[in-house]
DNA sequence: TCATAGTATCCGTCTTGGCGAATATGTGCA
DNA sequence: TGCACATATTCGCCAAGACGGATACTATGA
């Protein structure tokens, strides 16, 4: 088996053999529908975590978590300040993936959506 | 940044509301490691399931199932040559974006690796 | 100090989906 | 026409993880 584990995932400098757990990890932050519109969402500007719990429409728990998900993953930044936490996005790369994805999805998204192989958990509100 | 309500689908067929499960959708197909290590691997050339088979070291079944998943979602494109079928990626846009998000996860991957939010499904065998 | 409000964490439940193995489909060759 | 090979699909099993609700933590203000 090729593996690459004489290759040390040092921050700042992935190689090419166990990041793809990594970089796996890292797109299924994005894999879930809540998250990425909490992500877009914040894409906006900075926002607080009742902000998004108004915005999104779960649980102030689920919300929470799935910030902090998004921010182990270095999507965004939280800011605390007295007894709120205001979360935002601060590598403009991020949009630039978000970007790039959207439109690779929107090239495709007949077949995408016919898709039965991956099915995005149907949670959050469906659709408004 | 106000952009992320004004990010146009090119499609045209991605409205903003419904949009957000279809993308999610895209991004979890990159969110697991056996698909993503496979996509890695078709960015480098054309290769037959067979070869893809040797390569990642997964059953049959599971790698026709896992590239039927990747060509449904668009990251790459199957050509059939009598009994074989060959995989490849098309679109220079998937590399960009594999690219990006390598980038991103690499000036994180200590947090992203502490995460224990998500747990990517490691790779073939389970963890030891 | 206590009450309150904003946020974070824990827990039980239930669905998604990855896995190998078995099997089906399809193509080329004798 | 039947066998062999390459790929696709199905099935049962089981872990990851998303959810709401309960609760713990923390900062502000009275």
């Known amino acids: 088996m090729s593996e690459a584990a004489d290759i040390a995932p040092v921050d700042g400098l992935l190689g090419q053999g166990d990041e793809v757990g990594t970089v796996a990890k890292f797109f299924r932050a994005l ?4 998250r ?3 992500l877009e969402f914040l894409l906006d500007g900075e926002r607080s975590v009742s902000d998004c719990v108004a915005h999104i429409g779960l649980s102030q728990g689920r919300i929470s978590t799935h910030l902090a998900c998004l921010a182990d993953c270095g999507y965004v930044h939280a800011r605390r300040e007295g007894r709120w936490c205001y979360y935002r996005v601060t590598d403009p ?3 630039e993936l978000v970007m790039l994805a959207r439109a690779l999805a ?3 998204c007949t077949a995408l959506d016919a898709c039965e192989r991956i099915d995005a ?3 959050a509100p469906r659709r408004m």
């Open 121 to 123: 958990p149907a949670t």
């Open 31 to 34: 894999g879930d529908p809540s």
């Open 36 to 38: 990425l519109r909490l």
């Open 106 to 108: 929107a090239d495709n």
């Open 93 to 95: 790369r991020v949009a």
